[in-house]
């Protein structure tokens, strides 16, 4: 089991920046991958961003790209994610997820993740 808790959630202009982190705790995280998924009222839950553990390998959703960064600290078990010029569209629960990493495991889809935390409000005003 890895327990995964959010934190870093709160309210910012448009254009203003928060930093999401994610503690994880249970397992050692060298052979998973994580992901940073955000839903908002109404609409399905989406990937954001996501990062191998053992080699910091990142995927970001286009509509983040260059905007948003994964990270990760493996001497605290810790997963970030800077969010930079932040949009009203961007206002929605985050959650961080951890993925199992096999040969069919795929970044983008939140079913292919084991475990979730319990998300983050993070509300971006215009």
């Known amino acids: 089991q890895v327990q995964l808790v959010e934190s870093g959630g709160g309210l910012v202009q448009a254009g203003g920046s928060l930093r999401l982190s994610c503690v994880a705790s249970?397992?050692?995280?060298?052979?998973?991958?994580m992901g940073w998924f955000r839903q908002a009222p109404g609409k399905e839950r989406e990937v954001v961003a996501a990062i191998i553990w053992s080699i910091s390998t990142t995927d970001y959703a286009d509509s983040v790209k260059g905007r948003f960064t994964i990270s990760r600290d493996n001497a605290n078990a810790t997963m970030y994610l800077q969010m930079n010029s932040l949009k009203p569209e961007d206002t929605a629960v985050y959650y961080c997820?951890?993925?199992?990493?096999?040969?069919?495991?795929?970044?983008?889809?939140?079913?292919?993740?084991?475990?979730w935390g319990q998300g983050a409000q993070v509300t971006v005003s215009s």
């Open positions: 249970g397992r050692t995280l060298s052979n998973y991958r």
């Open positions: 997820a951890a993925q199992t990493l096999t040969a069919w495991s795929r970044w983008m889809k939140d079913y292919d993740y084991n475990y």
